[in-house]
């Protein structure tokens, strides 16, 4: 059917009119194309000047949690030191109560007793 509407057209107008005709359709559908074109680059320009924000926030971000986590990891390391010498003592005050001669004993009040075996 739209073939033969090309035809009847044909015969009405004449052929460099036609061509024209149909020269400037295609100009147009091109310029709509261009046009369509143009929009989507503006858009995927938008989208990655966002994109480059989010990442230099994010990579903000990443350098603030990265100082927080060494500054977690010497807190950590302090606190592990200390535990380690605090251990440390009570080893070796639970090794001098225990090679203390039963002669150095005497009785123990039962609260306080329970308290020094808790530890």
């Given at each position: 059917?739209?073939?033969?509407?090309?035809l009847r057209?044909?015969?009405?107008?004449?052929?460099?009119?036609?061509i024209?005709?149909?020269s400037?359709?295609?100009?147009?559908?091109?310029?709509?194309?261009?046009?369509?074109?143009?929009?989507q680059?503006?858009l995927?320009?938008h989208?990655k000047?966002?994109?480059?924000?989010?990442?230099q926030e994010?990579a903000?971000?990443?350098?603030?949690?990265?100082?927080q986590?060494?500054?977690?990891?010497?807190?950590y390391?302090?606190?592990?030191?200390?535990?380690?010498?605090?251990?440390?003592?009570a080893?070796?005050?639970i090794?001098?109560?225990r090679k203390?001669p039963?002669?150095?004993?005497a009785p123990?009040?039962?609260?306080?007793?329970?308290?020094l075996?808790?530890?």
């Open positions: 059917m739209p073939v033969t509407l090309a057209l044909f015969k009405y107008f004449s052929k460099p009119l036609f024209g005709l149909l400037l359709t295609g100009v147009a559908v091109g310029l709509g194309f261009i046009r369509h074109q143009q929009h680059i503006n995927l320009n989208a000047a966002e994109l480059v924000l989010r990442n994010l903000s971000e990443n350098q603030q949690l990265g100082r986590y060494q500054k977690t990891m010497a807190a390391e302090a606190l592990s030191k200390k535990r380690q010498l605090i251990k440390n003592k080893q070796k005050v090794k001098r109560i203390a039963k002669s150095a004993d123990l009040a039962p609260v306080l007793k329970d308290a075996e808790a530890l």
